[in-house]
């Protein structure tokens, strides 16, 4: 993979461009909304149990590590805003079919989970698409800010996604909650329409000479060594490979916690599906402010020390929901606090992380690192949601939230690693495959 371009590819205008934008934070909130639907269907319609709701979590997140490479090199071949109006049809299709199920009474729990697998699979091919549009869509030095804005449309309309998701189940059920996130996914997909690209980036790794592949086992072998580029950028770079180890762990307890976290909430300790949709608000609200702030403080302290204080900081977060679980008097409000200090630290750690990813890999193959990176970091998720789901079952939600504060710290650990071993020239060159 070649250091630098020897010229930036032409961008689009800015109005086009802000589709991007638009079609990013729809798909959120979309996307919001659903997880708060989906995690109280289960629960009070369908009556899962913690097992169940480890295996609906799995489901729902399999495609990163079953799919990630794959469409990582799709999208690096094949990059388009069609990627994004297909999924988001493909999505909007699944979730329509779970909403007719569950007003016709018919909904089962396999098929609640095949939906979210399957829509699972096609998130995948929109947020890999998301984040290699960005480098197409504005100018080099324009990357960094445009992604944290990317965020900042994520939580702009998951401040109201959730709290008005959990406040429509409450006074409406499920369905017209349902309904609203269908409506968010379809908007989001035409609004991908609108998006325009640049001209294509060159890839000095491409001979246009060479005939397409003949066979199709070419035609995997090119594949493998298409996505073994992805594979050798991330391995090559330290700073990238610590923090993947550290996502590694972090989201290895997030998970856990994730798949009994509707339980945790709605029984352990009694609280209501409008208050699961409110603390997830907050956490967006929250988010939001992030994201806004995460540029000028990256530009004040740096990348490197954001990172850590964001890790500082989903520690402390996660140290306040054990303490709820501690004190279920007040449990809703070190609920609320963990969440909207969540919001904060996960918006500037995951910007700080891709902006430095975005910065220092060369656009050729941004598809394959990031879906390299997403397939370390999120891979984890469907065994760690299922071995949360059991534990959970077997020990109780006590047990989940300690191995989640423990795996917490191991990834501030590693993320400082990180941080110490990032040679200064990775600052301003792409990595090498």
């Known amino acids: 993979m ?20 638009v079609s990013n934070g729809l798909d959120a909130a979309g996307r919001s909304a659903t997880g708060i639907v989906v995690d109280v269907v289960a629960v009070v319609v369908l009556g899962a149990g913690a097992l169940q709701m480890g295996v609906l979590g799995m489901l729902g997140t399999l495609g990163f590590l079953v799919f990630g490479i794959p469409v990582g090199v799709l999208v690096d071949r094949h990059l388009s805003p069609r990627l994004l109006v297909a999924a988001g049809l493909v999505k909007g299709g699944l979730l329509g079919s779970v909403l007719v199920a569950l007003v016709l009474d018919a909904l089962t729990f396999w098929h609640l989970a095949a939906a979210a ?32 804005r990317l965020e900042s449309a994520d939580s702009a309309l998951g401040v109201i996604a959730p709290a008005g998701a959990g406040l429509l189940v409450s006074a409406a059920g499920a369905g017209p909650a349902l309904a609203v996130a269908v409506a968010c996914v379809a908007a989001a997909a035409l609004a991908a329409l609108r998006v325009r690209m640049g001209a294509p980036i060159p890839d000095a790794d491409a001979d246009d000479d060479d005939p397409p592949p003949p066979t199709p086992g070419a035609a995997w072998r090119e594949l493998f060594t298409e996505a073994g580029q992805g594979w050798r950028a991330v391995r090559r770079t330290p700073v990238l490979w610590w923090l993947s180890l550290g996502s590694m762990a972090a989201n290895t307890g997030m998970s856990a916690f994730a798949a009994i976290e509707p339980l945790f909430v709605l029984d352990t300790l009694g609280l209501s599906p409008l208050f699961l949709g409110v603390v997830a608000g907050a956490g967006s609200a929250a988010a939001l402010a992030g994201s806004l702030l995460v540029t000028p403080l990256t530009v004040r302290v740096g990348e490197g020390t954001a990172v850590l204080a964001a890790q500082a900081a989903l520690v402390v977060s996660v140290a306040l929901h054990v303490v709820a679980f501690a004190d279920q008097a007040r ?46 970091t999120m891979g984890v998720v469907p065994g760690a949601m299922l071995a949360g789901g059991a534990l959970g079952a077997v020990a109780g939600p006590g047990a989940v939230l300690a191995a989640w504060l423990g ?5 501030a650990v590693l993320a400082a690693v990180a941080v110490r071993r990032r040679p200064a020239a990775e600052d301003s060159e792409a990595t090498q495959v």
């Open 331 to 376: 449990a809703a409000a070190w609920l609320l606090a963990g969440g909207v200090l969540w919001g904060v630290a996960i918006v500037v750690n995951n910007v700080s992380q891709q902006s430095l990813a975005a910065r220092i890999s060369a656009p050729a193959v941004l598809g394959r690192v990031m879906a390299f990176r997403r397939t370390l």
């Open 2 to 21: 070649p250091s630098s371009l020897s010229a930036p590819a032409p961008v689009p205008p800015a109005g086009p461009a802000r589709w991007l934008l």
């Open 407 to 411: 795996l917490a710290v191991v990834g």
């Open 117 to 148: 697998g399957l829509v699972g699979v096609a998130g995948v091919v929109t947020e890999t698409a998301q984040l290699a549009l960005v480098p197409r869509t504005v100018a080099s030095g324009a990357v960094p800010r445009q992604i944290a």
